[in-house]
C-alpha cells in the first residue's frame, strides 16, 4: 500500500526487485498519491494500481489482493527494505503446510539496532488492563518457525484461497488492529499462523504518518480498531467492559486538558454503536465458521502459542 510515499519507494523497490525468489509480482495500491510516486514505481517496472482516493490500509490491501494473480499474497507496507531472501523463505515455509494461513517475518528498526517486531503471543493479565480485558499481545524472539497469534500487516505472507474464505481484510478498520483481526479470523477456523524469523526486513516504523500529519489518524485508528476487534471477536462480557473502560477515561483526560484524546474516545464509541448491527453480523458470521466458543478459544490461544515458543525461544541478535 502507498500513500504519497515516492521517497519510500524508492528505497523499497531495490530490494524487492532483487529477490532470490524468481516468480514476484510486485503491486502498488496507491491511495490517491499527489506526489512522484507512480513515476519511481514505473522505473522499477513494478505495476501501478491507482485507486483514485484514500480506501484505508487495509481497503488498498483488499484492493491489491482483488488482481493479485499468485497463489500466496505478500502484504508490506512502503517504508521498508527486505533481505534478498526474504521472499523465498517466507514462500518455502507457507508452501510446506497447508494448515498455515500465513506467515510473518522478523522487522529491526531502519538502522538494524533493535527488534521492532517479532512472534507475538497472548498471555492472561489483569482484567481492567492489557491490549484487550485480561489478555496481552507480547513480542517475543523465537529460533525457528513458531506459531503466533497474528503477523503484521507491514510483512505477512498469505495463502490467498484461505484469505479470501475469511472475507480478506476488514476494511473498517482504519489504520491499526487490521492484522490483530485477520490472524484471529484465521485461528478461528483453525488455521495457523507462524512468525519465521529468518525472513529478515528492516522497517521506518510509522514513517507516513510521523512525516505526511497522520498521527492523528493513528490515534483514531487504534482508538476505534481496539473497540471494534473486541465487539467483533471477544466475549461479549469483555467486550462491553472495554467499552466501560474507554468511557472511564474519558473524565480523567478532560482532567489532564487532554480534549482531543477525550473526543477522539468517545467519536469511537459512538460510530461502534452505529455500526452495531454490521458488527454482529459479522460476530455471527466469525462463530459459525469456526464452531467455537470464544472464552476457551482465548485460552487455547494463549496456549498454543505460549507453549510452542517456550520450546522455540532464542537470544536476539542485531547483528
Known sequence: MNWNGADDLAEALPSLVTQ???????????????????????????????LGRNLGLAGAMNEGARVARGEFLLFLNNDMRFAPDFVEILVA???????????????????????????????SGHRLRGDIPGWYFEQREATCPTLCVFGSAASLLVRKSMFEAVGGWDSKYPIGWEDVDLGWRAWARGWKC??????????????????????????????YGRLRFALKNLPLPDATLLV??????????????????????????????????????????????????????????????????EENVGWVSTD
Open 20 to 50: 532470490t525468489y524468481p516468480n514476484l509480482e510486485i503491486l502498488i495500491a496507491d491511495n490517491g498519491s499527489l506526489d512522484a510516486s507512480e513515476t519511481v514505481v514505473e522505473s522499477f517496472r513494478a505495476e501501478w494500481l491507482p
Open 93 to 123: 515455509v507457507l508452501g510446506a503446510d497447508p494448515e498455515v494461513f500465513a506467515v510473518d517475518a522478523k522487522q529491526f528498526d531502519w538502522e538494524g539496532k533493535e527488534v521492532v517486531h517479532a512472534c507475538t503471543t497472548l498471555r
Open 244 to 309: 466501560a473502560v474507554t468511557l472511564g477515561r474519558v473524565p480523567f483526560d478532560l482532567a489532564r486538558g487532554q480534549i482531543n484524546l477525550a473526543a477522539t474516545r468517545m467519536k469511537a464509541v459512538l460510530r461502534l454503536v452505529g455500526e452495531m448491527p454490521e458488527i454482529l453480523r459479522a460476530r455471527g458470521l466469525i462463530r459459525r465458521s469456526g464452531g467455537r466458543s470464544l472464552r476457551p478459544f482465548l485460552a487455547h490461544l494463549a496456549h498454543e502459542t505460549r507453549s510452542e515458543h
Open 194 to 223: 507462524l512468525y519465521v524469523p529468518k525472513a529478515i526486513c528492516w522497517h521506518r516504523v510509522g514513517a507516513s504518518s510521523l512525516t505526511r500529519g497522520g498521527s492523528p489518524a493513528r490515534l483514531w485508528g487504534t482508538l
